[in-house]
């Protein structure tokens, strides 16, 4: 009788997209999905960053040619506009946890190697660990769940990683949106430690890679990837989406 109960439910409240509402037997519809704007080549070998297609490149960004970043490679699946902003802000707002699983099988396309030549991809068989960022006791609480957790799991799922919280956030920090560049490392800036329940000197030589949802200045990534670096880890960062203009040739 399951199939009746669920297909008068069907008629009750049809399924639709939880990304544009439309109806339809999908989380997200096609049409939802062809507004999702992946990063692609080239891009800075190190922190992803897209190069102009059509522009003389090397293989690193400006900012990592100048600074010597906690962590050996960061990457983002894509572009935080269009359908790919408004499915992370249902998830992560409006608490549409069945997009968790759908968004975090996106990520899996970092680990791919390129079809053509240019920045490497995130090495899975190199990963001990994956560690979402985590969020602070009282916004846990209010919110129900860790959208950066729920990504997380999708991923560690589908490579085979176990999902472990090596970090603990220490202190309420203001929402990271909004903030002006320059305050943005001020407000993360020992908001993070190891987790209580691990041992630092296990974190020894481990690979981990953090997880976020976005990558907006990179602050909060590269401050969690600090701390373990400080620890003795290896560190990559992987993020959903990234706040960034396409290139025109993109565009």
Known sequence: MHWLWRASLDLLFPP???VCRQFGPEVICEGCFGRVHPIQQPKCHVCGLPFDPLAKVEELCADCRAHNWPFVM???YGYYEG???EAICRLKYDYKRPLGPILGGLLVSC???AKENGAPPLPADSIDAIC????HHVRLYQ???NQSEALARAVGESLGKPVEG???RTRMTEPQVGLPHNKRREN???AFAVAEAVDPASLQGRRVLVLDDVWTTGETLRECARVLKRAGAQVYLLALARAISRPIAEA
């Open 16 to 18: 639709r997209c939880l």
């Open 83 to 85: 359908a790919l902003r």
């Open 188 to 190: 993360v800036r020992g």
């Open 166 to 168: 090596l970090l603990a």
């Open 143 to 145: 919110r129900g769940f």
């Open 111 to 113: 680990f791919e190697p």
């Open 74 to 76: 960061g990457r983002a």
């Open 132 to 135: 979402p960022v985590p969020l």
